[in-house]
Every structure is written in C-alpha cells, then in structure tokens.
C-alpha cells in the first residue's frame, strides 16, 4: 500500500484511478486490469482536471461545456450502467468486420473488467489487432482478457499473430515472466511457425516456468516437420543452466527428443537432410558448455555412465546431456554412420581431457558390437581404442566403465594389436615402485595412514583387467595391498559414493541369516549369537548395527520374538541399547495389536526383570527405562499385572516411584530445565503410575484412585514442577 501511495505522486490523477478501482470491485466484484486503469486514467482524471480548471475561473465555450458533459455522461455509463444493459452494444462492436477508429475508442475506454473479457471472447474481425490499444492487447502478470481473440486469430492466420507477438516483445516481457508465459503458450499453438520469435525469448528469459512452456513446445512439434531452428530453440533451452537445475526430469525428455530427431522414423536421414549432423553439433555444445561449468569430481560420482537412463534420469543434467550424447552415437553405429563421423564432433565440442576421453571410451564399448565385427570400421576402432586406453591409465582415478573398456581390449586385442596395447599402458602407468619404496609406504601406513599415491592406486584399482604383462612390474605392490587389504582388488572400481544397502545397513550383519536363525533354533539361540557376532563395517557402532537388526527382526515377525522375552533378554543383558531397541519393538507390535495381551504381560515382566541393565552408564540405559515403562504403562491399562503377581507389581511400583521422585527434583545445573525432563524417563514412570492408580479404582469401586496416590509427594511435587508448562504444552496425560 505504501508503495502504491508513494507511486501515485509521479503519477497525475493516481489517487482518483484508485478510488474508482475501488468504485469498480465494488460493483462488478472483479479488479480493474492495466487496460481498464488506463481507460478510467483517460476519462475521469480528465474530467476531474477540465472541471477543476473552470471552477478556478478558466473560462468554457459551449460546445467545450457539451463535450465534457457527454464526456461525463460517457464515463459513468462505463461505471454504473450495467453489463446487461450495455450487452447491445457489445455484440455489435464484437461482430463487426470492419471496425473504425471510432469504435477503438469506445472500447478503450471500458472500465468494467466484465464488458472487456466479454467482447474479446466475441470479437471476430481481424483489424481489432491494429486499432485497439496494447494496454488492451498485451497479457498482465496473471491475466490476459484478449487471449480468446488472439487465439481466434492465430487459427485464421498464425504468422500475423506470432509477428505482432515478435514486434511487441519488449512491451511483453515488461510485464514480468508471467505475461511472457501467457504469450509463449499462444504462440506455441502455431506449431514451427512461433520458431522465430520463441528463439528470440528463450536467449533472454532465464525463468523455469517460461523455459518450461517452450520445451512443451518443442516435444509437441511433430518429428517430421522439425528443423533446424527447432534445434537452435531446444539447444538455447538446454543451455539456460536454470533450466536443468530446476527441471532435470523435463530437461531429459528434451534431450532424448533432440537425439531422437536426428533420426527420421528410426531411419538413416537422405543424404541432403544435414539435421543428424546440426543435431550432434548441437548435443555436444550444450555438452561442452554445462562441462566447463562442472569440477572433474563431479563427473567421478557416476561409476558407470552406461547405467544413465533418460526414462529414469539424474538429477544432475550433466549426466543426462552424456547420455543424450552416447544414446545417439550408439544409435549412429546401429545405423552404419561411419565411427570418424561419430567421435568427430566429441572432437571438435569437448574440451580434451580425461571427461572427454572417457565418453570417447563408452562410445567405443557401446559399439563394439557393430564395429568390431566389420571389416571396414574395425581398424578405425582399434585404432581409436589404443591410444585412447594409454590416456585412460594416465588419468588415474578410473571408473567402472573405464574399466571394462580395458578388459575388452585385454580379451579382444588383435596379436597385431597386442604389443603397442601393453606399451601404451606400461607407459602411462609409469614406473613401478621399487620395494624399499614399497616397504616405506607400508610403514608410514600402518603409523600414520598414509594414503596411497595415486599411480599405485590407480594399478591397484586396475590390476583387475590389464595384462599380465603390464603388471609385472608392479607385483611387489600389488601383493603388499593385498596382504593388507586381504583379498585382492574388486572386479572393477567400486563407486566415489555408495548406497548403502539393506544388509550393510546393520553393519554387514545380515537380516535374513538371523532371521532365518531364529526360525530354526528360536528367538533367544539367534539373539545369542547377535551378541557375539563380529561387526564388519568400522564405520558403525557395533551396539547400534545390533539394536537396528533386531529391531527389524521383531517387526518382520513379532509374535516368534514375543515367544521368549526372558531368554532374549538374558542374551543381552551387558547391552541396554539392543534390549531397549527388543523391548521397544515389541511394544510397537502390541500397540499394533500384533500381540495377543497374555503375551504383553510376559513381555513386560521380562522388560522389568532386565531393569538392572538399565542402571549402567552409556547409551541406551535411559531408553530402557522409558520402555519400561511404557511396557507397564500398556499392561496395567490393559488389565493385567493387578492380580496373581502382587510381588511383582509391588516392586514395579517402587521401582516407579524412584525414578518420579528423582525426575521431579529441582534442576540448576541448566538453561532448560523442560528439555532435560523431557529426555529422561521420570514422565513416562508418572504415566504408568497413574494408569494402574485409575485400573486400581475401577476395580474397587471407586471414582478415583485412593487418595494415598493422589497425594504421594512425588506427584505433587511433579505437578509443581508441571504447572508452569501447561500453557505452551497441555497435552493430556492419556
């Protein structure tokens, strides 16, 4: 509003355009557009000035006097008079063929938004696109009342509509990405005829929305009429790094139409049709142009470039455009397209290095079965794959594509081939370390972890597909790292990033062998051999791998685990965090209704029995206790434990009892003392205490529990220390 005010003073007659916007949703219940402000702009800050100027003395003629009378009469008609009544009127200036100047104005100076959208939905004759105002014409950030007609137009004549949108783009865009959307979705409906003027707005828009509706545009266009300056518009698109950023999924269904288009029908193009070629020069720059924007490590996250798909694609558009690249030169070699033509565009778009190389390596793998079986293309192959292979190995850290590339040529290299194969590898690995050089990593490595140079690294990572006779040199070393790491290297590179699996995600330790176990020798044999089993992952706390297996263990089959509560318990007794973790899935499974209630009973009891685990130090003691509990918590107001186990129940009690008394003291040692209360187990013992006091009552006959518990000082002290809580956290006990 402020801003609003502060405009109207560089703006004549604003505060009068404002209040009869006002007047205006008022009346027809719809806000004036720019067109209708402007048309009130016209018309009453006139008046309000001519009729000012005479009332200070400025003389008027009469026929200056008639003017401003109808011109008067004129305005509040458009204000007041209403749709209905002026309906007549409307339909006769929509149906006109042949609209005069006279007739423009009259339509622009409509201040009911109603009368402005009624006459574009009718209006017919195409001269209206000449006459009216663009105040009238033009789209709004959010609205574009002449949208009907425009669209009415274009079926009739696209070109005039797409260059009139052309000769006023500026105006358009000065309205914001929303007008410039508006008109994008126009013209897009003229097919390859909007080409020209949407190549204008994607090299100046960068807005996602706008990017959005034109790469809709593009994959709308059938295959058959698509051109070259097609390409030219989806490459712009590609290029707008906001684009892929934000629309990676949208930004692979284009690439893959652009690769797809290179090919008419799945066939090769006539030998006039240049549109493969502009289409490979196209793919690479926008290739070339998002890698000079990239690091070198980003392109190390994928270990295997051929597992990319576009129907599944990555959020990293990089990635998506390689894919684009290597899908079409493996469709070119399915078709016969010469391998020079393939590699050469890699050529002259790719920044050489060892990115480029390494697509050059899968373009090669990709089409070795069409190459390598042809006479004509398999000497070129090979002679690509050579010297290509030495700069692969020169450029350590290789990837799993990398290197199943070199155990192709490993197993399919030509004798003729052989020796410059092993040469070009022997020396871009370079010289093998001797063994005192060997004996002092191994030193520094088991002192301070020293890491591995990357040449050896790189032998290592690659000792599984290259020559005997290349590795010669370096198998001192290779024997060191495998004593050390004890086992030789993997079959191929193992990825910069993993997915932890289903079955790493314990640790290494492996659900479906305990649970497999646990069927076979029960529930308390397979907990006691979790609690030994050794934990292979370093990376992980053992306690934790334990807890989070037999968690899922419970919930896969939760009345097996229920079957022995006490002799699991007994397995982990040196352990709180497994036996909270057991404990706890158990009670998720009775909560589910999973568990019959004789079995929560048991269940609880053996829970209660394990308490002693809970008064160790270290993690997981306070989680036991609060899933003690809960355990007694659910049994008691569940009926059970009041009767035949007094013994029991007694202790349960004074058991509770200490850990309310303790949770209710004073606390100064911190800056939140509601924090801290929440995180220790006193709140979840005052619960279970007030749940078996009320099962207690309803048993007895009494409406409340005894007034021996309602007064107990732990309780009181607790709502003491409760009350000032209760207006940010008054949650009920139940």
């Not at 609205?143 to 500026?170: F, S």
């Not at 790469?215 to 070259?228: I, K």
């Not at 989806?234 to 288009?261: I, K, M, N, Y």
Request: proline share 6%.
């Amino acid at each position: 509003m402020v801003d609003a005010l502060r405009a109207e003073e560089n703006n004549p007659g604003g505060r009068r355009v404002r209040q009869i916007g006002h007047l205006v949703q008022e009346l027809t219940r719809q806000e004036m557009g720019l067109a209708e402000a402007e048309a009130v702009r016209n018309s009453w800050t006139r008046f309000y000035r001519d009729t000012s100027g005479v009332l200070h003395g400025l003389g008027a003629t009469p026929e200056e006097s008639r003017e401003r009378f109808e011109g008067v009469v004129a305005a509040f008609e458009q204000l007041f008079l209403g749709l209905p009544e002026r309906v007549e009127r409307l339909r006769q200036l929509a149906s006109s063929e042949q609209p005069s100047p006279q007739d423009a104005a009259e339509i622009a100076s409509m201040s009911d938004p109603r009368a402005g959208s009624y006459f574009f939905r009718a209006a017919v004759s195409q001269h209206w696109l000449g006459l009216l105002s663009l105040d009238r014409l033009l789209p709004e950030a959010s609205r574009w009342p002449a949208l009907p007609y425009l669209r009415r137009q274009l079926a009739t004549d696209a070109p005039q509509v797409c260059a009139w949108v052309e000769q006023h783009l500026a105006a358009i865009e000065a309205r914001g990405p929303g007008a410039v959307g508006m008109a994008v979705s126009l013209v897009a409906e003229a097919g390859m005829k909007a080409c020209g003027v949407l190549q204008q707005i994607v090299r100046t828009q960068q807005d996602r929305h706008v990017l959005l509706r034109i790469s809709y545009w593009a994959r709308d266009v059938p295959v058959s009429e698509r051109t070259g300056q097609w390409v030219r518009v989806v490459e712009d698109v590609l290029r707008q790094p906001s684009f892929g950023a934000q629309e990676s999924w949208e930004a692979a269904q284009l690439a893959g139409s652009l690769a797809q288009t290179a090919h008419l029908e799945g066939q090769l193009r006539p030998d006039g049709d240049r549109l493969g070629v502009i289409i490979r020069s196209a793919l690479a720059s926008v290739l070339a142009m998002h890698l000079s924007e990239a690091d070198e490590w980003e392109v190390s996250l994928v270990n295997d470039l051929r597992e990319i798909s576009l129907a599944d694609p990555p959020h990293r558009v990089l990635f998506t455009l390689m894919r684009a690249v290597l899908d079409l030169a493996r469709e070119d070699a399915r078709l016969g397209v010469p391998l020079s033509e393939r590699l050469r565009v890699l050529d002259n778009k790719l920044p050489a290095g060892p990115v480029a190389d390494r697509l050059r390596a899968v373009v090669l793998l990709e089409s070795y079965d069409h190459d390598g079986t042809d006479a004509a293309s398999s000497g070129t192959w090979w002679e690509q794959a050579l010297p290509l292979a030495g700069r692969l190995a020169a450029a350590r850290s290789p990837r799993a594509d990398v290197a199943d590339f070199l155990a192709l040529l490993k197993d399919a290299c030509p004798n003729q081939h052989r020796a410059g194969l092993h040469s070009v590898l022997a020396q871009a690995l370079g010289q093998a370390p001797s063994r005192q050089e060997i004996s002092d990593w191994k030193d520094a490595y088991e002192t301070a972890h020293a890491s591995l140079p990357s040449a050896w690294r790189t032998v290592w990572e690659l000792s599984q597909v290259l020559a005997p006779e290349v590795l010669e040199p370096w198998r001192p070393l290779l024997e060191t790292l495998t004593a050390l790491a004890g086992q030789p290297a993997p079959a191929r590179p193992e990825p910069v990033m993993r997915v932890t699996s289903w079955t790493e995600s314990h640790g290494g330790l492996s659900v479906d062998v305990f649970a497999a176990r646990a069927a076979e020798e029960g529930p308390a044999a397979a907990a006691r051999h979790l609690a030994t089993a050794p934990v292979e992952r370093t990376d992980v706390d053992a306690s934790d791998a334990r807890a989070g297996l037999l968690s899922d263990l419970v919930a896969q089959d939760p009345q097996l685990w229920a079957r022995d509560p006490g002799g699991v318990a007994a397995t982990a007794a040196g352990d709180p965090a497994v036996l909270a973790a057991y404990f706890n899935s158990l009670h998720r499974a009775a909560r589910e209704g999973k568990i019959a209630d004789a079995e929560l009973a048991a269940i609880a009891l053996a829970a209660f029995a394990a308490r002693s685990a809970a008064g160790q130090d270290g993690p997981g003691a306070g989680q036991l206790q609060r899933v003690i509990c809960n355990l007694l918590h659910r049994a008691w107001e569940s009926g059970l434990l009041l009767e035949g186990a007094s013994a029991t129940a007694e202790g349960a009690v004074e058991w509770l009892e200490g850990l309310v008394t303790g949770w209710t003291q004073p606390r100064t040692d911190t800056p939140q003392p509601l924090l801290t209360a929440l995180d220790e187990p006193g709140g979840a013992a005052l619960l279970s205490l007030i749940a078996r006091a009320l099962q207690q009552a309803q048993r007895t006959g009494q409406g409340w529990p005894p007034r021996s518990v309602l007064c107990w000082p732990g309780c009181w002290r607790a709502s003491r220390m409760i009350r000032p809580w209760r207006s940010s956290a008054s949650a009920s006990p139940s």
